[in-house]
């Protein structure tokens, strides 16, 4: 089995001790941190201008002003965060750590070659046996969705009434791998931008 050093952080470790000392992230529970929404990637700066850096993360404000996320794009906490709810996750989670021998081998494992896993690939793999629905009732997706195991933060904005007519154009399951692939890649651009300000850092002048 992977060692758990293996996974990729989010934050390069440069990067997440600078967000730190700025008081812009700081670690959480159970694998995750709390970065500021200003910081999540290349475009969050100005998508988020209106909250100001100096947030104290002790005052009620600070809920609205940092994100949770994963510290590592592999792991358990990345499962609850595409959308999995804390049971479904756990037993997800066991069977990536403990993968059995032979292929396909997980992205993780070392390259000897033959098919691979990937993570997202996976966590999408679980949902595969579920029965979709195009149903209007929206207690017809709730059933879909409970039996994939999503969240039920996730359920809500799902089912967000203002905008079921966009939602009726695609199936349950549709949406639901929508959303796990659209959050995972949104981690992607977490640590790509935590990279690129790395690389800003490195080729700073002195």
């Given at each position: 089995m992977a060692s758990s050093d293996t996974f990729d952080s989010i934050l390069t470790p440069s990067d997440a001790?600078?967000?730190?000392?700025?008081?812009?992230?700081f670690k959480g529970d159970n694998g995750t941190m709390r970065l500021h929404k200003r910081r999540l990637n290349?475009?969050?700066?100005?998508?988020?201008?209106?909250?100001?850096?100096?947030v104290d993360p002790g005052t009620p404000s600070a809920d609205s002003a940092f994100s949770v996320i994963p510290e590592r794009l592999i792991s358990h906490a990345t499962l609850e965060y595409i959308g999995f709810n804390p049971r479904t996750a756990d037993a997800l989670w066991d069977r990536w750590t403990n993968w059995p021998e032979g292929t396909?081998?997980?992205?993780t494992d070392p390259d000897g070659g033959g098919l691979q896993m990937t993570f997202v690939d996976f966590a999408l793999g679980h949902i595969d046996?579920?029965?979709?629905t195009f149903d209007e009732d929206d207690h017809q997706w709730v059933i879909c969705m409970d039996a994939c195991g999503i969240s039920q933060q996730v359920q809500t904005a799902i089912?967000?009434?203002?905008?079921?007519?966009?939602?009726?154009?695609?199936s349950c399951l549709h949406w639901i791998k929508d959303t796990i692939e659209m959050r995972y890649e949104g981690l992607h651009a977490m640590q790509s931008a935590s990279i690129?300000?790395?690389?800003?850092?490195?080729?700073?002048?002195?």
């Amino acid at each position: 089995m992977a060692s758990s050093d293996t996974f990729d952080s989010i934050l390069t470790p440069s990067d997440a001790r600078d967000l730190n000392r700025r008081g812009l992230a700081f670690k959480g529970d159970n694998g995750t941190m709390r970065l500021h929404k200003r910081r999540l990637n290349a475009y969050s700066d100005q998508e988020y201008s209106h909250i100001p850096l100096d947030v104290d993360p002790g005052t009620p404000s600070a809920d609205s002003a940092f994100s949770v996320i994963p510290e590592r794009l592999i792991s358990h906490a990345t499962l609850e965060y595409i959308g999995f709810n804390p049971r479904t996750a756990d037993a997800l989670w066991d069977r990536w750590t403990n993968w059995p021998e032979g292929t396909p081998h997980r992205e993780t494992d070392p390259d000897g070659g033959g098919l691979q896993m990937t993570f997202v690939d996976f966590a999408l793999g679980h949902i595969d046996s579920v029965t979709d629905t195009f149903d209007e009732d929206d207690h017809q997706w709730v059933i879909c969705m409970d039996a994939c195991g999503i969240s039920q933060q996730v359920q809500t904005a799902i089912l967000d009434p203002h905008f079921k007519y966009l939602r009726q154009s695609e199936s349950c399951l549709h949406w639901i791998k929508d959303t796990i692939e659209m959050r995972y890649e949104g981690l992607h651009a977490m640590q790509s931008a935590s990279i690129n300000s790395l690389l800003h850092l490195i080729q700073a002048p002195r």
